[in-house]
């Protein structure tokens, strides 16, 4: 089955995978994991095509290594991707409230 990713998207999730790949042994209580939140997904977007919620998990991936080598603690990385959630769900015009 052809890849649906783009030329660059494949080229960057391959650099990803060697890093993962370097780690060894010591990650596969994460893949474990990883494949409970693919799963988790899949069940909760049946509508939303496999490879778009892919690209969502590795942006969303991306923007968590980069909040924690900032400092940010798991608690204000929930909140920065629930207000970024808001943000992007917010009907036009309206002023959305954090919960």
Do not use: K, Y
Not at 26 to 34: S, V
Not at 43 to 52: R, Y
């Amino acid at each position: 089955m052809a890849s649906r990713l783009t030329p660059r998207e494949r080229e960057e999730l391959a650099v990803v995978l060697a890093a993962i790949r370097a780690a060894g042994p010591a990650l596969d209580a994460d893949r474990a994991t990883a494949v409970e939140i693919a799963d988790l997904a899949r069940t909760a977007l049946p509508d939303i095509n496999e490879v778009e919620i892919g690209r969502v998990l590795f942006f969303v991936a991306a923007a968590v290594r980069q909040l924690a080598s900032t400092g940010h603690d798991p608690l204000a990385m929930g909140n920065v991707f629930t207000l970024a959630a808001i943000d992007l769900t917010a009907i036009a015009g309206e002023e959305a409230e954090p919960p």
